[in-house]
């Protein structure tokens, strides 16, 4: 059973940054795409970036493309994720997961085990 486990949220002022990590295990982690995720209450969990298994693609949501920077570290087994210029609406919990595929996607479907979720809150 892969596990995934984020680290790295918390409480910062708009226009701030914060990196978040995401460590695997029990996966065979090179093979994968990885995501992140975030999620609010009362919404639907939304893709926030992915990365392909090489590490040499990348995709992202417009909502933050150009403020975040998803990478990895296949020796470490790591995913991390870079926030910078952060806003209020980027308050969320932030979910890291595996994908089923080499290649990234952004729907949910495509992701086999996530992780438990760290949450991030940007005030104003």
């Known amino acids: 059973q892969a596990q995934l486990h984020e680290s790295g949220g918390g409480l910062v002022q708009a226009g701030g940054s914060l990196s978040l990590s995401c460590a695997a295990s029990q996966l065979t982690f090179e093979h994968y795409a990885m995501g992140w995720f975030r999620q609010t209450p009362g919404k639907a969990r939304e893709f926030v970036a992915a990365?392909?298994?090489?590490?040499?693609?990348?995709m992202y949501a417009d909502s933050v493309k150009g403020r975040f920077t998803v990478s990895r570290d296949n020796a470490k087994n790591m995913v991390y994720l870079q926030m910078n210029s952060l806003k209020p609406e980027d308050t969320a919990v932030y979910y890291c997961a595996s994908s089923r595929y080499h290649g990234v996607t952004y729907t949910e479907s495509g992701y086999g085990y996530w992780g438990q979720g760290t949450q991030v809150t940007v005030s104003s």
């Open positions: 990365i392909t298994w090489s590490g040499e693609g990348t």
